[in-house]
């Protein structure tokens, strides 16, 4: 079963959540987890600072950004006894910043690194966006799922919104006879 899980990181809410349901299936299955972040286009573009700093600077405030998220991940993972190990990549075109991202080099660093690595699983968080908002945000978690190699495990992450009324309201259950309704 599961023993060798590739978890691609980016520090976000939903990643966090890719990265611990992939922690309690590790558990489970005694596995052992491969953490993977990649510093590209987008993540150069963020880091920039329009008023100060020079490319380079920019370059560097990403490439310390996701060993941060990497290390995070790793102990995250650490400490609930589960094996780890990580891996930081760097994929970035030559074109001006920031640029327009039309296609994330992300999902080719993440099949690439579960073929070398021999992973029996992908696990990644996922936003789950549906019709236009995924044609305009694309989704690397559907490119992923598309090309992978291997069984990919998506873990849709809930709106902070819908998990606080979730909690609060009260559940119910109603037979389509009538005969039993529980509240």
Do not use: C, F
Request: hydrophobic fraction near 45%; aromatic fraction near 2%; glycine fraction near 8%.
């Amino acid at each position: 079963m599961y023993q060798r899980i590739l978890v691609p990181v980016d520090g976000s809410p939903v990643s966090q959540h890719g990265l611990e349901e992939a922690i309690r299936l590790a558990q489970l299955t005694h596995g052992r987890l491969r953490l993977v972040h990649v510093v590209d286009d987008l993540s150069l573009a963020l880091a920039m600072d329009a008023q100060s700093g020079t490319p380079g600077k920019w370059l560097q405030a990403a490439r310390d950004d996701g060993a941060r998220v990497i290390e995070d991940a790793k102990r995250s993972a650490l400490a609930a006894g589960v094996e780890v190990e990580t891996a930081l990549h760097e994929r970035y075109t030559a074109t001006a910043y920031p640029a327009v991202i039309s296609e994330s080099p992300v999902q080719d660093v993440v099949i690439t690194e579960a073929t070398q690595w021999r992973a029996d699983l992908i696990v990644l968080g996922t936003h789950g966006r549906r019709g236009v908002s995924r044609l305009v945000m694309g989704s690397s978690a559907e490119q992923i799922l598309r090309l992978a190699p291997v069984p990919v495990l998506l873990v849709r992450a809930q709106d902070e919104g819908k998990q606080a009324d979730a909690k609060n309201e009260a559940i119910r259950i109603h037979q389509p006879t009538g005969a039993l309704s529980i509240e």
